[in-house]
């Protein structure tokens, strides 16, 4: 029997999970879907991994494994809602909550010292960082602002800040020996096993990864970041944000890419608090205390160094503050700045959230500034710059004029960066880093000083034939041109582009406006249209597909959580994300300080309309696709009608725009024709729904105001939870009595 998979999580979509899920059951029910959750939550993971060192009744599954088995069937029918790719900070409070409940998890090793300590290490190295979106995506991406989502921002604006001429906001980024500018690659042009190794200046050689298998078709490239040049590059940033009294900000996107980002951000907390590392760092090393987990960790460390050493390290860091540029916060008001938690500004949120604010960070001091923008690796850096350049010239983008920018992403099967953590290694020794093919012959090499990050990616050419496809489809749908976003100067780029002009006429392009632009170009031509009302798909390789499905809905519609996101999967199976944005962790600070949770589940509903599609057409059961698009016109009359979450306490929060979605969605059941058993069966329900309007709304209000106690952060306790996001009984009484 087919089944939807609807995965529990964290953070705000977990919450939103307790209110919204017994809803979408019950409403399902009369046609007998069965919705099933697992659980691929931080701390659900964090639990499989050890499951064999904890007692029977505490041992769970490995649910992240097993859906991602289903993603490669036909079958597989999941909605994914986003979760914590987690930093190494917000990894240890995962593992202390879970130890405070009783489970007897080993420690997250800082410096492993044996077999026993690198094996747990590897273990915790596979469950931090994007660990999850990789497994489960097995196709490509199709995401954009449906129609109705548009229209509602055409008559709701969001705010958006004004943009100043002389704005002195801008990107800096390397121009030379980073990743765009050392990338070779090759296209096998048969199956084969790979290996990659470093063979030192000092006559040694270390497989740095022994078995790499290549399909015939595949491109295969290296590439690295100099660490010298880093250096030398951050260094100079930080003297002209200086000099130009800007706000430093950093962005990268230490999650996805959780091998070589944290190591960047390290670079830039030893660059920016130069003094600490110069007198301390060996001090600090030898403490297990990385820069590459934030200056929030050495800070959170301070007190496990010898005490000599203490009064020390507290000067050098305020002097290093005191010495440095103004530097971008992320909450001033408790001194934690974007040099604190690698995870904590993340490029493809922090970079549209400044464009839509005029260009402005706050610093420390909480005072609003211009930004020098810090972006080191230049492959996507220009995206931005044009952005940037592009709202200075011409003012900011206006949510009521401008066009819609889907995305086509080529995703499928680990692409590219975002499938490169196990083929990234950080250089211990000058040498040279090959990648050689079974019979010895060196296909990529780079000559290597200790310190560089060196990585490879893989983009299979059933992937790109696929993207190809989808983009094509899109825009045929859609009558909308496509561009590719392809860099001429990229060796990827220019593989990748071959491939699109082989692939292209495969398909009926008769009369569609199709053309490869470079990222900057196609970033300008894209802004262009989008000025004039114009819409533009962008078919882009798996980093832009990140950025640019936050950067234009963030300024299309103020958040990427408004954007329909399917990943129509390669086997046959439907993934069906929910939104493009993330868990918002500051949504669960305010709900746990007032009860009431701004998150807006539109992602969600978005998602679930399209998943009871594919689930009727999977199983030929029309009453589930009623009920979906019964879903979608609710979904069109809560934005129409505006009920969607505010952002203050004691007013509609997600609690209580899922009333109105439930009632919206009982009335369209009731009305349609399609179906009258159907139309029967929801028309009670729509009538207790409506009668009990203003009970309902008193009770989800009543609450809100005062702090809540879920009983944990990662792992909230499920009574707890759901009391508090069920907390009125007469709608719970209405839902429940669906399903009797
Ligand atoms: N698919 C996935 O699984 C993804 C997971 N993540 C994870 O999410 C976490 C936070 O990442 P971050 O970069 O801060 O991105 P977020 O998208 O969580 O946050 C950016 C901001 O967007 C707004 N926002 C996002 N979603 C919603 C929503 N449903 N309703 C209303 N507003 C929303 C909020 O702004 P405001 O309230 O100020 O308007 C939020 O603070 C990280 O752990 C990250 O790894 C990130 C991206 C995707
Ligand atoms: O998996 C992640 O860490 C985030 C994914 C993401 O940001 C995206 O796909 O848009
Ligand atoms: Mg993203």
């Known amino acids: ?189 048969h199956d084969d096993t790979l290996q990659f190794r470093l063979v030192g200046d000092d006559g040694t050689t270390t497989v740095l990864k022994p078995e790499l298998p290549v399909l015939a078709g595949e491109i295969i490239d290296g590439t690295f970041m100099s660490a010298r040049a880093l250096d030398a590059f951050l260094a100079d940033q930080v003297e002209q944000a200086r000099r130009d009294g800007v706000i430093l900000s950093v962005h990268l996107k230490a999650t996805m890419m959780k091998v070589s980002d944290p190591v960047l951000f390290g670079h830039a907390v030893r660059v920016y608090f130069h003094e600490l590392f110069d007198r301390y760092g060996d001090q600090l090393e030898a403490a297990g205390l990385s820069a590459n987990n934030g200056l929030g960790s050495i800070i959170a460390g301070i007190d496990t160094l010898p005490e000599d050493l203490r009064e020390g390290v507290r000067e050098a860091i305020q002097h290093g503050y005191e010495q440095g540029p103004r530097l971008s916060a992320v909450n001033s008001d408790k001194g934690i700045s974007n040099l604190h938690v690698p995870s904590d500004v993340i490029i493809d949120a922090s970079m549209p959230a400044l464009i839509r604010n005029g260009g402005r960070l706050w610093d420390m001091t909480g005072a609003e500034g211009d930004t020098l923008a810090v972006i080191p690796d230049s492959s996507y850096a220009g995206v931005y710059a044009a952005t940037i350049e592009d709202a200075k010239a011409n003012g900011k983008f206006d949510p009521t004029t401008v066009g819609t920018v889907p995305n086509v992403g080529l995703m499928a099967k680990k692409a590219e960066e975002y499938g490169s953590h196990d083929k990234t290694f950080i250089i211990d020794r000058p040498g040279t880093v090959q990648v050689v093919d079974q019979t010895g012959n060196v296909l990529l090499e780079h000559q290597v000083e200790a310190g560089d990050i060196w990585r490879a990616c893989q983009t299979k050419d059933e992937a790109v034939r696929d993207w190809v496809k989808l983009a094509v489809t899109r825009s045929r749908l859609s009558d909308t041109p496509v561009v590719f976003w392809l860099d001429d100067e990229r060796a990827h780029d220019r593989a990748v582009a071959e491939k699109v002009r082989a692939y292209l006429p495969e398909h009926d392009t008769d009369g569609l406006d199709i053309r490869i632009l470079s990222p900057i170009e196609a970033t300008k031509h894209t802004l262009r249209r989008f000025r004039a009302g114009q819409d533009t798909i962008s078919a882009t390789g798996n980093v832009l597909r990140d950025f640019l499905t936050d950067l234009f809905p963030i300024l299309e519609v103020g958040t990427s959580a408004k954007t329909l996101s399917i990943v129509p999967l390669l086997a046959g199976g439907g993934l069906f994300e929910t939104g493009s944005g993330g868990s918002a962790p500051k949504h669960v600070q305010q709900f746990l300080a007032e009860d009431h949770l701004r998150w807006d589940s539109l992602g969600e509903y978005l998602a679930i309309a399209e998943s009871l599609r594919f689930h009727a057409r999977a199983t030929g059961d029309d009453r589930v696709r009623v009920i979906g698009d019964a879903l979608d016109q609710a979904t069109e009359r809560y934005l129409d009608e505006d009920r969607s979450p505010s952002r203050k306490a004691g007013e509609i929060d997600d609690r209580g725009s899922h009333y109105w979605v439930a009632r919206y969605w009982a009335e369209a059941l009731a009305a349609q024709t399609e179906d009258a058993e159907l139309a029967a069966r929801f028309a009670p329900v729509a009538k207790a729904l409506a009668d009990g309007e203003q009970t309902i709304t008193d009770e989800l209000l009543a609450v809100q105001g005062s702090p809540v106690d879920l009983g944990g952060y990662y792992r909230p306790d499920d009574a707890k939870a759901t009391a508090a996001m069920r907390p009125s009984a007469t709608f719970n009484a209405i839902i429940d009595g669906i399903a009797d």
Do not use: C
């Open 1 to 189: 029997m087919a089944k939807i998979i609807y995965t529990h999580t964290d953070e705000a979509p977990l919450l939103a999970t307790y209110s919204f899920l017994p809803i979408l059951r019950a409403f399902t029910s009369p046609a007998g879907v069965e919705v099933e959750t697992k659980d691929i939550s931080l701390a659900g993971r964090i639990l499989a991994a050890f499951r064999d060192r904890l007692p029977a009744d505490q041992q769970t599954e490995d649910a992240l494994a097993q859906l991602g088995a289903l993603a490669k069937t036909p079958e597989a029918n999941i909605l994914k809602l986003p979760n914590i790719s987690a930093s190494v900070p917000q990894l240890k409070a995962a593992v202390a909550e879970l130890q405070g409940l009783g489970y007897a998890i080993p420690d997250y090793p800082d410096e492993p010292e044996d077999d026993e300590q690198r094996a747990v290490r590897a273990v915790y190295d596979r469950i931090k960082g994007s660990a999850v979106n990789p497994v489960l995506r097995e196709g490509n991406s199709d995401r954009r602002v449906p129609a109705a989502v548009k229209n509602y921002a055409r008559r709701h604006p969001h705010s958006v800040a004004e943009w100043s001429h002389d704005s002195k906001t801008r990107v800096g980024t390397l121009d030379d020996h980073d990743f765009r500018h050392n990338e070779k690659s090759v296209v096998m042009d």
